[in-house]
Every structure is written in structure tokens, then in C-alpha cells.
């Protein structure tokens, strides 16, 4: 009995272990499935917490840029399309002074799809365009400016009347088809459409006609020629070469053309008689003309300088002589301007070979120059300078010791950038290679003391004087005095003697 209540209890007492465990193990399940809800929810609140912070970025980011075109630009008011462009071009400029390259081309994209609701004519369109393709000239990424460029001298050329209201009418399918690419695809998609529509748009070339007379007579082309100007040279510095001849030839044309204009304006269509003597052009134009036709001048010398670097010494050449052309109808013939003219061509003729025409060119630079400054002024002994070494390439020795010896006297007191001592030392240098040594000693020991005093004792431009005078020393026989000045000019360049 004992036995089997005994049995009973640790029976009992096992199924109460069971029961505990098994009541445990509920704790435990119940527990764990707790736990992992928790950690649910914080996980699901952690994520919520990162999606906000995600909108507060996204918020603050649009809160920094400018509103999106919701609305198409056609569908916009001519006030609120102005508002904004002005808001756009604004914050696009300020971009770029702020060096904020990246900035500033995505509000010029901006601006340049709100400036197709104003007509190619206007003077907003051209100006964006061009902002833009400069900034992208900046950036170095030319393909994407060279369209641009042409694009605002298209509107300058409508603005001007140099072409007709057909060819400047087609600004609405452009600026349509950009103000729909807007409200479709993200900014992006603006930036890749706006581009490819302006390269579409101006890659045909452009015929230059005229077709209001009336227009061309009112219009100086203030903005035209030098816009040509710079395209040009664009062309042919960082774009397409090939297009800068043609552009070239229209600019030479144009000048050409409107020069007559002027000339007729001012001293009237002439009406021949019998027996009447011919007159030919000996005047300048109105000086209400000036202003705006030396612009012309600058213009076709930019590009003359363009052309010249990259080897095309006829079109260059062609532009500088209408240039002079210009500078002599608008300035007269007494103008300094004239002389950098004549300098201009004068290295064209060298670069040819032609020294002949060089000297002639470089000698009528002399004689303006001489006209209109005093001797002492830095400019004539320049020029001076440029017609003598052209004689020394012509193995001309005394017309280029006549010069340098007239130079002598332009100074009768010290200049300010050393040109008495480079004068003497020229003429020393005519006489050594004249083997006039002993008309050549003054000259450079006068030389060497000018340099001196000007340059000061250890300057490295003494090298070429010190050497030249030690030259001289070994000629006329003084060994002791060309070492002495050897070893001064290799001690002060630092080489070995």
C-alpha cells in the first residue's frame, strides 16, 4: 500500500515536472514570439524613421532648386514666361560667377526652353544661347557649345534683318518641341532634349540674303559682326575648322558691302559729266558712323590673328587688309591704329618669305607711327627696330646702321623700359657684323653701362651684353678683358665658363 502510493506520488510528481516543463516551454515559445514581434515592429520603425529622413533630403534638395516647368511653357502667360526666364537666367549667372559650373548649365537648360516662348528675334534667346555655349567652351566640352554659338549669332542675324522673317520663324517648332519634352520626361531628358533640338536647328547653313534693303541701311550690325567675329574664331580654335573659312568670306562681304554704304552716305552717289576730272575716296566717314565701324576693324583683326596662328596666311590676310581699309575710311590716314595694321602685314609677308613686301610694310608702320608720336615714345623705336632687323635678314647692313644710328638721339632723357641700351647695343652689333670694331666699342661699352643701370648688376638680361662685348674684346686682341667678362656673364647665368 505504501509501496504503490509511493509509486503514486513520484508519478505524480514526474507528470508535475512534465506539466511545469511543458508550461515552461510555453513561457519560453510565448516569450520568443514576443521578442520577435518587437524586434518587427522596431525593425518597421527604424525604416519608417530612414524614409522620413529620405523625404526631409528629397524636400530640402527641391526646396534648393528652382520649380519645375509643371505647366508647358506655351501654356504659360507672356508675363509669367518672362518672370521666370529673368528668375532662371539670373540664378544661372550668379551660378557661374560663383564657379558653379554644373549649376549654371541646368538653369540656362531651364532658361533656354522658357526663352523659346520669345521668338529666335528676341534678344533673351540669343543671349542664353550663347551664355551657355561659352560656359561649355569653359568646361572644354566644344561639340556641345559649337551649336549653341551658332544658334545665338542666328538670333542675332534675326534681331538685325540680315535674314528673312521665313528663316527666323522656325523658332515655334523648336521651342514646342522643347516645352513638351519638358512636361514629359524628367530634368534630365530636358537637358538631352534642349540640346539636340538647338543642334537640329542650326546645323543647316544659313544663305545671307537680305531681303529688306530699308532694314540693312538702318542697321550698323553691332552685334552681327563681332558675334561673326567670334564664332569664327571659335571655329577655329576649338570647333569645326572647315566652317571658319566660309564664315569668314560672309564677314569680309558684310564689311565689304556696308564700308560702300557708309562712303555713299557721306559724300553722296557721284554723277560723271563729260570732262569732268575722276575723283576717287580721300575722306573718313560722319563721326556719327565711327564708333560702331571700328568695331568692324577689331572684329576682322581678331580673326586675322586666328587664322594666321593656324597657317592660312591668305584669308588672313584678306581680313587684315579690310580691316586697314575700314580703320583708313573711318579714322583717316593719320591713326596709330593704322601702323599695327601695316605691322600685322608685315609679318604675314615674313612668314611667306616675301621680305621685300615686309620691308615696305614695316616702313609705312614707321612713318605713322613717327607722324603721330614723339621720338622718345617706346613705339617708334619698336617699329624702328622690326624695319631694321628686316634689313639685317636682307643682309641690308648700312640701311639698318642709318636707322639704329638715328635712334641714337630719341632720348634725351632716361626711358623707362631700357630702349636706349637695346638701341646702342643694336648698333654695336650692326657694326661687329660690319666688322667696324672699332666703331662698335663705344656703342656696347655704352650698352653694358645702360644695362647696368637700368637691369642692375646681376640680372640674367646682362648675359647677351656681357657676351657680346667679350665677342668684341677677343676681335680687337684683349684676352684678359673678354675672360673677365665670361666669367661675369657664367656667374650671373650660372653656366660653366
Same mark, same amino acid.
Given at each position: 500500500m505504501s509501496k504503490s502510493f509511493a509509486s503514486i506520488s513520484v508519478a505524480l510528481g514526474f507528470c508535475s515536472s512534465r506539466v511545469v516543463f511543458i508550461f515552461g516551454s510555453f513561457l519560453f515559445l510565448a516569450g520568443? %514570439?514576443?521578442i520577435a514581434s518587437t524586434n518587427k515592429t522596431l525593425a518597421q520603425n527604424l525604416a519608417n524613421q530612414d524614409l522620413m529622413v529620405q523625404d526631409l533630403k528629397a524636400q530640402s534638395l527641391t526646396a534648393q532648386e528652382p520649380k519645375r516647368q509643371d505647366t508647358p511653357v506655351r501654356q504659360l502667360g507672356a508675363a509669367e514666361a518672362a518672370a521666370q526666364f529673368d528668375r532662371c537666367f539670373k540664378d544661372a549667372s550668379e551660378a557661374l560667377r560663383n564657379g558653379?559650373? *554644373?549649376d549654371a548649365e541646368r538653369l540656362y537648360r531651364q532658361a533656354i526652353i522658357l526663352a523659346g516662348r520669345f521668338g529666335e528675334s528676341d534678344k533673351r534667346y540669343g543671349k542664353v544661347f550663347g551664355d551657355l555655349g561659352r560656359l561649355l567652351v569653359i568646361r572644354a566640352r566644344f561639340d556641345e557649345a559649337e551649336p549653341l554659338l551658332e544658334e545665338e549669332l542666328h538670333s542675332i542675324k534675326c534681331r538685325e534683318h540680315f535674314v528673312s522673317e521665313k528663316d527666323c520663324g522656325q523658332f515655334s517648332a523648336r521651342s514646342a518641341a522643347m516645352d513638351g519634352a519638358a512636361s514629359r520626361d524628367s530634368a534630365s531628358a530636358e537637358t538631352a532634349t534642349s540640346a539636340e533640338t538647338a543642334t537640329s536647328a542650326v546645323t543647316n547653313t544659313i544663305a545671307v540674303t537680305n531681303t529688306s534693303a530699308e532694314a540693312s541701311v538702318q542697321t550698323d550690325y553691332k552685334e552681327l559682326i563681332p558675334a561673326m567675329s567670334r564664332l569664327a574664331s571659335f571655329y577655329l580654335n576649338y570647333g569645326t575648322e572647315s566652317k571658319a573659312e566660309t564664315l569668314?568670306? #560672309?564677314l569680309i562681304s558684310l564689311i565689304d558691302g556696308r564700308l560702300g554704304e557708309y562712303r555713299e552716305a557721306t559724300s *553722296?552717289? %557721284?554723277t560723271l559729266k563729260n570732262g569732268q576730272p575722276l575723283t576717287g575716296w580721300a575722306g573718313s566717314a560722319a563721326s556719327r558712323m565711327t564708333n560702331p565701324v571700328v568695331e568692324w576693324a577689331i572684329a576682322l583683326d581678331s580673326v586675322a590673328g586666328d587664322l594666321k596662328s593656324k597657317g592660312k596666311l591668305d584669308m588672313a590676310e584678306r581680313c587684315y587688309n579690310v580691316g586697314l581699309e575700314v580703320k583708313e575710311t573711318v579714322l583717316g590716314k593719320e591713326h596709330l591704329s593704322l601702323a599695327n595694321s601695316f605691322d600685322s602685314l608685315a609679318a604675314i609677308s615674313q612668314e611667306r618669305g616675301d621680305l621685300r613686301q615686309a620691308e615696305q610694310y614695316f616702313s609705312y608702320a614707321l612713318e605713322t607711327t613717327e607722324r603721330i608720336l614723339p621720338k622718345s615714345n617706346p613705339q617708334v623705336y619698336s617699329r624702328l627696330d622690326r624695319l631694321a632687323k628686316c634689313f639685317l635678314k636682307e643682309n641690308k647692313l648700312a640701311e639698318a646702321e642709318a636707322l639704329y644710328l638715328k635712334a641714337q638721339s630719341f632720348? #634725351? #632723357?632716361?626711358?623707362r623700359n631700357g630702349s #636706349?641700351?637695346?638701341?646702342? !647695343?643694336a648698333l *654695336?652689333?650692326? !657694326?661687329?657684323l660690319e666688322k667696324k670694331y672699332q666703331e662698335a666699342q663705344p656703342y656696347l661699352a655704352t650698352a653694358l653701362k645702360l644695362a647696368e643701370e637700368f637691369y642692375g648688376p646681376d640680372s640674367i638680361a646682362l648675359v647677351p651684353f656681357l657676351n657680346r662685348y667679350a665677342d668684341l674684346m677677343y676681335y680687337q686682341g684683349q684676352d684678359g678683358p673678354r675672360q673677365e667678362l665670361k666669367a661675369r656673364a657664367c656667374a650671373i647665368s650660372g653656366t660653366p665658363l
Open positions: 520568443s %514570439i514576443d558653379c559650373y *554644373g569668314t568670306c #560672309e *553722296g552717289k %557721284i632720348w #634725351e #632723357e632716361p626711358s #636706349e641700351a637695346r638701341a646702342a !647695343y *654695336g652689333n650692326v !657694326y661687329m
